[in-house]
C-alpha cells in the first residue's frame, strides 16, 4: 500500500478560492515534500517541509504537517487556471527512495 | 541549463523487444533515480544511483537495467518489453539526496503491445 496517501483524489474549485488536500502516511519520517505535475510533464518540487517543523509557506502555499496525526495539508490560496495540476505527496520512508502518493487531481475552473 | 532531459517522448514497441531510454542531467547531481508511473499510482522506484558507478535496485526492478558511467547519463534498458511495462517513465536527480528535493525530466511514454 502507498505510505503517502492524498485526499480527495479530485479536487474542483472556481478561481479565487483556496485549495486544500491532505496527505497522510503510516510511519515516521524525517521529511514530507509535496510535487505539482501538469498534465503530460514531470513532476515539479513545491516545498519540504521538516518532521521538526509545522508550517511552512512559499508564495500562496502553506503547508502543514502534523506528525501525532501523521498527517499533512497543502493549501493554495487565491487559486488560479494555472493551479490546474496533479499534487503529490512524498515522504523519506521508502527503502531507498522518496515514496510517492497517488496524488490529488485539481481542476481551477476560470 | 537544460537540467534533466529525456529521450524518447514517446515509444511504441511490440512484445519481446528490447530499448533503451536515455537520461541524462547537466547539473552535477550525483544522486538519479527511475521511476514508473501508472494510472491511479504514485510513481514506483524502477533502479536508482548515488554516483558514478554505483547503482541498485529500487521498488520494481525486474525487467529493467541500469549503468551510470558517467555523471551526467544514466539510461533504463528494457531487456525484453512486455504489456506490462506500459508506463510512463521518469528520470530524476537530486543534489541533496535520495530522500530531497528531486528534479524530474519530462517524461517517456511507453507503449508495449
Known amino acids: 500500500s502507498q505510505q503517502g496517501e492524498e485526499d480527495p483524489q479530485a479536487l474542483s474549485i472556481q478561481e479565487g478560492e483556496n485549495a486544500t488536500m491532505n496527505c497522510s502516511y503510516k510511519t515516521s519520517i524525517n521529511n514530507l515534500q509535496w510535487y505539482r505535475q501538469n498534465s503530460g510533464r514531470g513532476l515539479v518540487h513545491l516545498i519540504l517541509?521538516?518532521?521538526?517543523?509545522r508550517e511552512k509557506h512559499s508564495g500562496r502555499l502553506r503547508v502543514t504537517l502534523d506528525t501525532s496525526k501523521k498527517s499533512s495539508s497543502l493549501l493554495i490560496t487565491a487559486s488560479r487556471a494555472a493551479d490546474t495540476a496533479s499534487y503529490f505527496c512524498?515522504?523519506?520512508?521508502?527503502?531507498?527512495?522518496?515514496?510517492f502518493g497517488s496524488g490529488t487531481r485539481l481542476q481551477v475552473q476560470p | 541549463n537544460a537540467g534533466v532531459t529525456q529521450t524518447p517522448k514517446f515509444q511504441v514497441l511490440k512484445t519481446g523487444q528490447s530499448m533503451t531510454l536515455q537520461c541524462a542531467q547537466d547539473?552535477?547531481?550525483?544522486?538519479m533515480s527511475w521511476y514508473r508511473q501508472d494510472p491511479g499510482m504514485g510513481l514506483r522506484l524502477i533502479h536508482y544511483?548515488?554516483?558514478?558507478?554505483?547503482?541498485d535496485q529500487g521498488e520494481v526492478p525486474n525487467g529493467y537495467n541500469v549503468s551510470r558511467s558517467t555523471t551526467e547519463d544514466f539510461p533504463l534498458r528494457l531487456l525484453s518489453a512486455a504489456p506490462s511495462q506500459t508506463s510512463v517513465y521518469f528520470c530524476a536527480s537530486s543534489v541533496s539526496g535520495l530522500f530531497y528535493e528531486q528534479y524530474f525530466g519530462p517524461g517517456t511514454r511507453l507503449t508495449v503491445t
Open positions: 512524498a515522504t523519506d520512508t521508502g527503502r531507498r527512495a522518496l515514496t
Open positions: 547539473m552535477n547531481h550525483e544522486y
Open positions: 544511483s548515488v554516483g558514478a558507478g554505483i547503482t
Open positions: 517541509i521538516r518532521s521538526n517543523e
